[in-house]
């Protein structure tokens, strides 16, 4: 069912996938991330195939599954902005565990979404367990040409306001400062599953490598094999999660 969560102010579209069958027993909980738009709709579509698969995951876990847009991006409100998002996850993190019978929290995201869903449980012990798919291990393209990146977000629809960023250089320092590869090393042993395509040709392969080096042994590394990087529609990488989520409740 369609849902809001307040993020700083900002009313953000979400989507809430409940199993059909009832239970007293407390149930986990997951919150999808999408990544940062791209392709011909931008921002407009992003994220836009995510209830289906929060559906699909309900059905095959019996998992409670959170899907949202990041503030920019489809029905959110908010223009686009790293810690922005970052402020949105956390959100949708609170918003999933105030919900009556709901255990405990994962988290799992795509490119974008699946970097800050490791800032966020770096920083924060209610997330349970990270999984992440083509997710990049830094932000330091973004950064090394901001005023191009910001031409970018406009013309892909995630800020619509000319008058956006009021703060241009507290807007880009963002991107130089929210660091995945710094905050992989405090998530374990909580478990982070990395699901890389071989062949990404948009994040490369070196980053999943890059992220898992920095958080050691702990970390569950899967490259698939000619999977470029958009992994959400691979059927590997959707079975990997179910099954990285099928053994999390055996812990």
Known sequence: M???IESGGLRLSG???WPEVTTDAPRPGL???HGFPSGPGGAAT????YPQLAERLVADTGWVVLAFNFRGTGASQGEFSLAGWLDDLRAAIDHLLSLEGISDVWVAGSGTGGSLALCEAGEDERVRGVATFS???DFDDWAGDPGGFLDHARNIGVIDDPDFPTDFESWSRELREIR???LIAKIPPRPVLVVHGADDDIVPLDDARILTDAAGDAVELRVLSEAG???RHDPRAVALLMGWLERQTDR
């Open 180 to 182: 995945p590869t710094a």
């Open 31 to 33: 919150v999808l991330c």
């Open 229 to 231: 990087h958009r992994l």
């Open 15 to 17: 989507y809430l996938a």
């Open 135 to 137: 997710a990049r291990a």
């Open 2 to 4: 369609q849902c809001e």
């Open 46 to 49: 992003s994220g836009q195939t």
